[in-house]
């Protein structure tokens, strides 16, 4: 291993080895939010097939709540991206890249989960459901990491 990590050394500049830890990086942070992503989608397509069943009158308010909850932490997960990312750097690129997009995955995963628990399981609300996973779905599409972030990070 260490004849590999050497001979990369001798090969490349230290620029091409940042470019490339970067890429591994970029790719990591993309799989975790596919897989984040896949996740939801599941829970919301199981809950489509057991929503008939769950239909609860009095709970009918934290259908309205649940999906105001949903808006306001992606509204608040891009917000989150932006200030993050402005901290990213080269020097701490590895750590602080990666937690500039966990974190925005995080809120959006947790606003739409719990819309979508609360719209199919605990009341039947396909619609806000729909509207909640859309949202989700769309700004965590927008959190991924995008191919020019090393550009505007300066490596």
Known sequence: MLNLFTNKLFIMSADEIKKIDMLFVVKRTRILGIAILTGMTLVYLIGIFVSSQNVNEELAFVNLYSFIFCVALCA????????????????????????????????????????????????????????????????????????????????
């Open 76 to 155: 608040v997960s891009l917000l989150l991206k932006r200030m993050l990312f402005a901290k990213v750097n080269q020097k701490n690129f590895a750590a602080q890249y990666f937690n500039a997009h966990v974190l925005p995955f995080a809120l959006c995963d947790l606003g739409g989960l719990i819309c979508i628990m609360s719209n199919l399981f605990v009341n039947s609300n396909l619609v806000y459901a729909t509207a909640g996973f859309v949202i989700t779905a769309a700004v965590m599409i927008l959190n991924f990491p995008k191919n020019d972030d090393y550009s505007r990070i300066g490596l």
